[in-house]
């Protein structure tokens, strides 16, 4: 069974920094793109991230480029994403989401149950 | 960046009856359309990619169809599972989401 656990949200104050994690099991890792997106409360889904499964390629949604950094480490089964300078925009549910497989811009198929990141002073 | 624009907002459906959810993209995303659906406090499940095909384990009541800048959500007969937000997202272009249509028991 596929599994996808976030874990490293919380409170952080604007300018703050935070590190996500998604650790992943039931399937093998390293062959699939990974991806980061999140939802802010009450409100829609907003894709972030992408990553491929040898981190040969790497995306960004305009609104986090150049302040959050995703990565993976196939040996682990493990899915990162580094959040620096965050904001009060960037409050929301981030999901952890497997891409159906490893071509460029291919949808998500499991998601995790998400972790709650809150930008507030 | 590619606008996905859903309708409705909401639906309102008797159980058993027909429900047809439409998205619609500010330019041509061929076939590269997903739908999926999200009930409170759960993340998204993916229902369709590919336009038209089902994803793993997706009953046969759910049907996507289109191309371009048109597409549908069917849902052939609705059972009480069904009653949750859906949204569409193109992947042609980076990914976008559609703002989400919420289905409704009448």
């Known amino acids: 069974e596929v599994q996808l656990v976030e874990s490293g949200g919380g409170l952080v104050k604007p300018g703050g920094s935070l590190r996500l994690s998604c650790a992943a099991s039931?399937?093998?890792?390293?062959?699939?793109?990974m991806n980061w997106v999140r939802q802010a409360p009450g409100k829609g889904l907003e894709w972030v991230s992408s990553?491929?499964?040898?981190?040969?390629?790497?995306y960004y949604a305009d609104s986090v480029k150049g302040r959050f950094t995703i990565s993976r480490d196939n040996a682990k089964n493990s899915l990162y994403l580094q959040m620096n300078s965050l904001r009060a925009e960037d409050t929301a549910v981030y999901y952890c989401?497997?891409?159906?497989?490893?071509?460029?811009?291919?949808?998500?198929?499991?998601w995790g149950q998400g972790t709650l990141v809150t930008v507030s002073s | 960046e590619i606008v996905m624009t859903q309708s409705p907002a909401t639906l309102s459906v008797s159980p058993g009856e027909r429900a047809t959810l439409s998205c619609r993209a500010s330019?041509?995303?061929?076939?590269?359309l997903a739908w999926y659906q999200q009930k409170p406090g759960q993340a998204p499940r993916l229902l369709i990619y590919?336009?038209?095909t089902r994803a793993t384990g997706i009953p046969a009541r759910f049907s996507g169809s289109g191309s371009g800048t048109e597409f549908t959500l069917t849902i052939s007969s609705l059972q009480s599972e069904d009653f949750a937000v859906y949204y569409c997202?193109?992947?042609?272009?980076?990914?976008?989401f559609g703002q989400g249509t919420k289905l409704e028991i009448k």
């Open positions: 989401a497997r891409a159906i497989g490893d071509t460029a811009m291919v949808p998500p198929d499991y």
């Open positions: 039931g399937f093998t890792f390293s062959s699939y793109s």
């Open positions: 990553i491929s499964s040898s981190s040969s390629y790497i």
């Open positions: 330019q041509s995303v061929s076939s590269n």
């Open positions: 590919g336009a038209s």
């Open positions: 997202q193109q992947y042609n272009n980076w990914y976008t």
